[in-house]
C-alpha cells in the first residue's frame, strides 16, 4: 500500500511553499531522508527529504506549484522485496565456491567477444560524421562540460542545465554562463558554490578544462554573445519575448516595498565620512582576524558605529504604531544586515549589537551572509530588526536612496570607499572616504534629527579607538 509524503511544517508563519525543482520520477526507487524537491517559502529556499523509503509510485506535484502546508508530494510504496535487493550488496561467493564462480564469469567471454571480432560497419556520413579534420577550436568563452554522478555530458542550451531557478538567477547576475560551469550537487546539479568557483577559476585565468561547441557555419555567422533570460518562450506583439512566474521571495519583497513607498513619506541625508585612520586599523588587524577564521571589514565598525548612536537617538530606534496612535521606542538595538542573494534581498539582524565588540560582530556578519547565500538562515533570524544597513559599496555605487524596511523608521546605505581630494588644515590631501545615504520616516524622524544620528555615526568611524573602548 502506497505511503503520502506530505508538505511538514516549516515553521511559524509559513503556510505554503512554491516547487523549484522535483528530484524524483516515478518508478525511482528511494531511501528514508533522501532529498525529493527543492521548495521556497516567503524569506527561504529548502530540500525536503522523504519520510518513507520505497518505489515512488507517484509524484504528485511539478515545478511552479503552489503546495499548503501538509500538501501531498509523491506517493512511495514501502519496498520489502525489489527495493531491498536493489540496495542490499550481493552476498559474495564462498570460498570453496570462489574458483567455479569465477569460472562461469571467463565463461561468456568468448562470445561476448566474438561480435567484436567482426569488421565494424561504415557509419552513414549524414548521421553519423567521422571527426573533422579541421584543428581544435578554442573559443574566450568555451562551454562547460557539466559532470554528474553516472556521466559527462556536454550541454548545447542553457535550459538544459541542471539548474533551480534562484542558481538561474544568480549565474546572469554575475555574468556566467551556465553551460560553462561544473555541477557537483545531487545528479549533477549546478550549486551557488559551483558558479562562485566558476568565477573565480576565470579571474585567476584558470585552466580551461572546459568543452568548446562546435563552430557554425560559413554561410551562418554567430550571434553577438547575450545574456539569456529566464522564463518559458513566448512573443508579444513585437517580438520574442520570455514568461517567468514571479518567486515567492520576490512577491514578499514587492509587496514590502509598496507599503514602505505608500506609507512612509522618505527623505535622504547624503553625506561622507572620513574613515582613512579606520582602513589603516582594518588593514593592520585583518591577517590577526583571518588565521582565527574571520574576515575583518569595514562592516563590523559601521555596525558597532550605527548600533552605538541608536542608543543616543531613541526616535531613530523605534516604529509607529497608527491604528494605535502611538510611537514604540525599542529598548534593544537589533540591527539588520541587508543580504543580496540569488532570491532577493534578505534582511537578517545582529541581536543586541550595541553590546557586541567588534570581533563578535565580525564573526555574526559574516555567518549571516553564509547563512543567508548558503540559504540555511531561519525565519527568526529576519524578524525582530530595529534598523537597516544596506551596503551598496560590495557591488559598486556611491550614494543612493534606499527604501525604508517598514516597520523600522530609517535605513542607511554605505557606498564604495573612495580616495578623494580633502582640505585638512588648509592642505589638500588624499582621503579616504566613504559615501553614506539615510532614508527616513519623516513623520517622525525630523531633518535635525537625522543630521545629528548621521554625524555621531561619522564620528565614531573617523575615530575607530571609540569604537573599540565603548562598552
Do not use: C
Amino acid at each position: 500500500m502506497a505511503t503520502e509524503v506530505k508538505l511538514p511544517e516549516l515553521g511559524d508563519g509559513i503556510d505554503s511553499g512554491d516547487i523549484l525543482s522535483v528530484y524524483v520520477s516515478e518508478g525511482d526507487v528511494v531511501t528514508k531522508d533522501q532529498n525529493i524537491l527543492e521548495l521556497e517559502t516567503d524569506k527561504a529556499t529548502v530540500e525536503i527529504p522523504t519520510n518513507v523509503a520505497g518505489k515512488v509510485t507517484k509524484v504528485h506535484v511539478k515545478t511552479g506549484d503552489a503546495v499548503p502546508i501538509g500538501g501531498a508530494l509523491i506517493s512511495v510504496e514501502a519496498s520489502t522485496g525489489a527495493a531491498k535487493e536493489e540496495s542490499k550488496p550481493a552476498p559474495a561467493p564462498k570460498k570453496e565456491e570462489a574458483p567455479q564462480a569465477e569460472a562461469k564469469k571467463a565463461e561468456p567471454a568468448p562470445k561476448a567477444a566474438a561480435p567484436k571480432a567482426e569488421p565494424p560497419k561504415p557509419a552513414p556520413a549524414p548521421s553519423q560524421p567521422a571527426p573533422p579534420p579541421e584543428p581544435a577550436v578554442t573559443y574566450e568563452a568555451p562551454v562547460a562540460r557539466a559532470t554528474t554522478s553516472s556521466a559527462d555530458l556536454v550541454y548545447q542550451q542553457e535550459d538544459d542545465v541542471p539548474a533551480g531557478p534562484a542558481i538561474r538567477r544568480f549565474a546572469r547576475e554575475v555574468g556566467v554562463d551556465l553551460r560553462r560551469v561544473r555541477g557537483t550537487g545531487n545528479n549533477g546539479r549546478v550549486t551557488r558554490d559551483d558558479v562562485l568557483a566558476t568565477v573565480r577559476e576565470l579571474s585567476q585565468g584558470g585552466p580551461a578544462t572546459l568543452t568548446a561547441v562546435a563552430p557554425p557555419k560559413a554561410d551562418k555567422p554567430m550571434a553577438p554573445p547575450s545574456v539569456t533570460p529566464p522564463g518559458e518562450q513566448g512573443e508579444d506583439a513585437y517580438g520574442p519575448v520570455r514568461i517567468e512566474k514571479m518567486a515567492k521571495i520576490r512577491k514578499t519583497i514587492a509587496n514590502q516595498m509598496v507599503m514602505s513607498w505608500t506609507t512612509a513619506p522618505r527623505v535622504t541625508n547624503f553625506d561622507d565620512a572620513d574613515v582613512t585612520a579606520l582602513e589603516a586599523l582594518r588593514q593592520q588587524s585583518k591577517d590577526d582576524y583571518a588565521s582565527a577564521g574571520v574576515k575583518l571589514t569595514s562592516m563590523a565598525f559601521l555596525v558597532k558605529a550605527v548600533a552605538l548612536a541608536l542608543r543616543n537617538n531613541p526616535s531613530i530606534n523605534a516604529l509607529i504604531d497608527m491604528e494605535n496612535n502611538q510611537v514604540v521606542y525599542k529598548e534593544y538595538v537589533n540591527v539588520g544586515i541587508a543580504v543580496d542573494s540569488e532570491r532577493g534581498l534578505v534582511v537578517p539582524n545582529i541581536r543586541n549589537a550595541d553590546r557586541l565588540a567588534i570581533p563578535e560582530l565580525a564573526r555574526d556578519v559574516q555567518k549571516l551572509a553564509a547563512d543567508v547565500r548558503g540559504g540555511t538562515f531561519s525565519m527568526d533570524q529576519i524578524r525582530g530588526g530595529t534598523f537597516t544597513i544596506s551596503n551598496l559599496g560590495a557591488i559598486g555605487g556611491t550614494y543612493s536612496t534606499p527604501i525604508i524596511n517598514v516597520p523600522e523608521v530609517a535605513i542607511l546605505l554605505v557606498g564604495r570607499s573612495r580616495k578623494l581630494p580633502v582640505v585638512v588644515n588648509d592642505q589638500i590631501v588624499p582621503r579616504m572616504m566613504m559615501p553614506l545615504s539615510l532614508s527616513y520616516d519623516h513623520r517622525l524622524v525630523d531633518g535635525a534629527t537625522a543630521a545629528r544620528f548621521l554625524n555621531e555615526i561619522k564620528t565614531y568611524l573617523e575615530a575607530p579607538s571609540r569604537l573599540l573602548l565603548a562598552p
